[in-house]
């Protein structure tokens, strides 16, 4: 392949950026493992909005004349608007996108194309660029956070009364309302995008000005181009400015949380669709059917945003094992950072925005979660911590022992076949005399889930008051 590609010694360009030490073209393999195009070219508005800000900090420093200045603004602002109709045509010989912007630059504008490169490299022009990317990224998803968040308030404002079973050990627990438990991913969201925040945050200053790694002797002011840009300073060590990307590691890491919860939430949809529980339904829109099965509907969206998940984290840990190794500066290994960068930010996007749908399309069976809830005769016991806090409050005895009697009235329940409330009165005095009919009004699963009012509790109006708190606590 590299004898296909050996030309004589000046006859063709080698290379138009660094031609002047090169005689010969870059081998077919070298050009094929050495071109990111095909993934940076997503980079393009934050390349030429980086070489903009670059342009015009030059020429109010007196770098190049302001008649280049123009020339060359106004020539990246063609570039783009090429980019934009489909006309631009991206070229693998020029490897990235900052060369290929460059490139057509010089084209459409002639020589003053070739002072914009004064005193910028490329490895502190792609670190500003990728963080513009990432900081884009972050934004959009902090929006379409917020909007799953409204999904689930609105439906969780639909059901703050809607009993279901809560569960530990997948096992039934205590009864609670399905407007609850939503309310727990709120919170889950709610921190997911103060990760993102804090990840935007740190990311947010401006490598351009590091040049190669040194900085450079041309009297820039790095503090212009920043502000241009909307960083909020310079970044403060050139070498740093140049090496970092856990500004990148920290988006996805903060994004693989995110997926994992979509991923319980995922799952916790599949268990519900199920006909063991049915508590559920999701309509066409968000299940598919099968091939050979007429009865089937399948909750494919949900097993997707589950399934994703680990890809989401396996970007994550793929580009800290490439960052692992690296010694300071930079290092073409850095140039794998962006397609798991951007598949991570892809896929987190289609997730949220599936998550969402499922929870608008969802309809909640609200007898059959208060079925499951109510348990089945001999099964579940579900109100039996009720009965444990009866003895307590109303008899006086330590928890400990109200435990133990509580266990004997549930076997008790058990071998008669019987659900807590169904036992008669002399049954429950047989294990403890100095019970007497008030006990029944606990052993109910509504009147549960009601006196469970401690703040961030599961009655109703506990939820009600949650739900108004985190509309205004996360501005929804
Ligand atoms: N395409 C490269 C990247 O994404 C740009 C920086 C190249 N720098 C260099 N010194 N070769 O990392």
Redesign the pocket.
């Known amino acids: 392949m590299a004898s296909d590609t050996k030309a004589t010694a000046g006859a063709v360009a080698a290379n138009s950026m660094w031609g002047g030490r090169f005689d010969v073209p870059p081998a077919e393999i070298m050009q094929a493992i050495n071109a990111?195009i095909d993934v940076?070219r997503r980079m393009y508005r934050q390349d030429i909005a980086g070489s903009i800000a670059h342009a015009e900090m030059l020429a109010a420093q007196g770098i190049i004349s302001s008649a280049d200045a123009a020339a060359i603004v106004r020539g990246l602002e063609a570039v783009r608007a090429e980019i934009e109709t489909g006309g631009f045509a991206f070229k693998k010989s020029l490897?990235?996108i900052?060369m290929n912007v460059e490139a057509r630059l010089a084209e459409l504008i002639g020589q003053p194309a070739g002072r914009l490169h004064t005193a910028r490299?490329?490895?502190d022009q792609?670190a500003t660029d990728f963080r513009l990317w990432v900081r884009d990224a972050i934004d959009a998803l902090d929006g379409q956070l917020a909007d799953l968040q409204r999904a689930l308030l609105d439906q969780a404002t639909a059901h703050a009364e809607t009993f279901m079973p809560g569960f530990t050990h997948l096992q039934v627990a205590q009864p609670v309302t399905f407007g609850h438990h939503l309310m727990a991913y709120v919170e889950m969201l709610g921190r997911d995008r103060g990760r993102l925040a804090d990840a935007r945050r740190r990311a947010n200053e401006c490598p351009l000005g590091a040049a190669a790694l040194a900085g450079t002797a041309f009297p820039i002011d790095r503090h212009r181009t920043a502000k241009a840009l909307g960083f909020d300073q310079p970044a403060a060590n050139s070498i740093d400015a140049v090496s970092a990307r856990d500004f990148a590691l920290e988006f996805m890491a903060a994004a693989a949380i995110c997926a994992t919860h979509l991923s319980r939430f995922a799952e916790e949809i599949v268990l519900w669709t199920t006909d063991a529980f049915g508590y559920v339904a999701l309509s066409d829109a968000f299940t598919t059917g099968s091939s050979i099965m007429p009865q089937k509907r399948n909750p494919d969206a949900a097993e997707l945003v589950r399934g994703k998940a680990g890809r989401v984290i396996g970007e994550l840990v793929g580009l800290m094992v490439v960052m692992k190794g690296l010694p300071l500066a930079?290092g073409?290994d850095?140039?794998e950072d962006?397609e798991p960068t951007f598949l991570v930010a892809d896929t987190l996007g289609l997730c949220v925005a599936a998550t969402a749908g499922m929870v608008r399309d969802m309809r909640p069976d609200k007898a059959a979660l208060r079925a499951a809830a109510e348990g089945k005769p001999g099964k579940g016991f579900i109100t039996a911590t009720d009965l444990a806090d009866w003895l307590v409050r109303t008899l006086g005895m330590p928890f400990r022992e109200a435990h133990h009697a509580t266990g004997r009235i549930v076997r008790l329940a058990s071998e008669r076949g019987a659900r807590l409330a169904d036992l008669p009165l002399k049954d429950l005095q047989s294990v403890e005399p100095r019970i007497d009919a008030r006990i029944f009004e606990v052993l109910d699963v509504e009147r549960a889930v009601r006196s469970r009012g401690s703040f961030g509790g599961t009655a109703p109006e506990q939820v009600r008051g949650a739900i108004a708190q985190a509309r205004k606590r996360f501005g929804l």
Do not use: F
């Open positions: 990111s940076d490897e990235d900052h490299s490329r490895n792609v930079y073409k850095m140039q962006k």
